[in-house]
């Protein structure tokens, strides 16, 4: 019977390494959970390994394959730069982690396993130098960290809290739930903004060619008909806006892409973005949607990580950081501080005037009896409902205000053609 080495964390949370007889990895596995232990690595003795080899020499098996994989991927990572997992591809690897893990195998087979049977080259990649990176003494965590650009600090420390406790199964299952619900929401607004957007190109493609083609025949009528008599002053200003579009077409690109570069330098800046967000989380009609999909992600992010063991203060450092909104993350921030000051958050929470009266008392009823973590998910529960609520009522009300825009766009440019046409049939 072969000999395997392990790698395992207790209730406690320390590293213990030893040796067990058995006759698979599955076994050895089983064999640790039954005594309390979570498996982090397995690896076959070396006997066992130059017997396997001997075995396969004549052929190479899919290890062989999968190294070579690795090689080839690690030549087009140093060619192209680093790669980056999508958040779709990351969700579904961290839901299948996690069922792995959960059935019992270790990290590194749940990881090789991921990687063999992924057809996406960046995941592949990324998995392929984790598991390396694990094989080689790295804690999973250290390991991921070696990919800032695809796994953020809220992920980081999470799969730290996991580690920690010896429930990386539990911790994964989370992070992909978590994950599953921002995503929703994102979509949910993202399809929101798709009707107006739409709406919004076709009334201005409408109304430029409206300015560029019509316009100007017209005024060649009027200037042959009227004869140098006064055009009404609405008449002269559509006449002026079309002048410039159909002559000076080019100095209006230039003036937008000016007016979108410097809108961009600005929102790099503090002051900038929060300016910015600022007029995104009050702004009529938008502002409730944006509001309340700050507030769910806030709640979920911390009840997430609080209910996973990051202690406290770490915890309003993620969510700060993750929050997606500067003027969120300035609460969070007055938050912090007075935590780490020994309050509660309910008051500075209270005192930012971001968060509404119902959220800061739940959150002063957590506090109290000690359920915060529980309390901050249903607020994120409460919230995701509202956002559906809010996106339906902003979508309501975009449409007329749409056809509404379109009309008075459309409308001033016929009234002011037919101002002149009006005084002519006068004279005839």
């Known amino acids: 019977m072969p000999t395997f080495s392990y790698t395992a964390m207790d209730s406690q949370g320390k590293e213990q390494k ?27 003795s070396k006997r066992a390994k130059v017997a396997k080899s001997g075995k396969s020499a004549a052929k190479p098996g899919p290890q062989s394959t999968v190294a070579s994989k690795g090689l080839m991927d690690k030549i087009l990572n140093i060619n192209f730069g680093p790669v980056v997992i999508r958040t779709k591809d990351l969700k579904v690897i961290t839901r299948q982690l996690a069922i792995l893990l959960g059935a019992g195998l270790p990290l590194i087979r749940s ?36 990919h800032p650009r695809s796994f953020d600090k809220l992920y980081l420390n999470m799969v730290r809290a996991g ?3 010896g429930a990386m199964e539990t911790i994964l299952d989370r992070l992909a739930m978590f994950m599953e619900k921002a995503a929703k929401i994102s979509g ?35 200037e042959d008909l009227l004869k140098g008599e006064a055009l009404p ?60 999909s700050a507030i769910s992600r806030f709640s979920r992010t911390l009840g997430t990580l609080m209910s996973s063991g990051v202690p406290v203060l770490n915890a309003l450092n993620i969510v700060k950081e993750t929050a997606g909104n500067e ?14 000051e020994g309050e509660t958050m309910a ?45 339906n009522a902003m979508t309501s009300l975009i449409e007329p205000i749409m056809i509404i825009g379109l009309a008075v766009i459309i409308g001033t440019i016929v009234i002011a053609m037919f101002m002149p046409l009006v005084a002519i049939m006068q004279k005839l």
């Open 18 to 44: 030893g040796k067990l007889d058995a006759a698979s990895e599955e076994e050895v596995a089983k064999s640790l959970k039954e005594k309390g232990l979570f498996p982090m690595d397995i690896k076959a």
């Open 111 to 146: 990881l090789r396993t991921l990687e063999r049977q992924t057809r996406n080259a960046a995941v592949r990649l990324t998995l392929n130098m984790t598991a390396n990176s694990v094989e080689g003494g790295s804690t999973f965590s250290e390991a991921l960290a070696q």
């Open 347 to 391: 008051a500075p929470l209270g005192a930012t005037r971001i968060f509404p009266a119902m959220v800061i008392s739940m959150i002063e009823v957590g506090e109290e009896t000690g359920k915060l973590p529980e309390m901050l998910e249903k607020i994120a529960d409460t919230y995701e409902e509202e956002v559906d609520n809010a996106v």
């Open 163 to 165: 580690e920690a406790a």
């Open 188 to 222: 949910k607004v993202k399809s929101a903004l798709i009707y107006p957007l739409v709406v919004l190109t076709i009334s201005s493609a409408i109304t430029a060619g409206l300015m560029i083609f019509i316009v100007p025949k017209f005024k060649k009528v009027f």
């Open 233 to 292: 002053p609405l008449t002269q200003f559509v006449m002026r806006a079309s002048d410039i579009l159909a002559h000076q077409l080019l100095l209006v690109v230039a003036i937008l892409v000016v007016i979108f570069i410097a809108y961009k330098l600005f929102a790099r800046t503090h002051i900038g973005r929060t300016c910015i967000d600022w007029v995104k989380y009050n702004i009529p009609v938008f502002g409730p949607v944006v509001a309340k």
């Open 327 to 340: 003027v969120v993350a300035n609460a969070v921030q007055k938050v912090h501080d007075a935590v780490k």
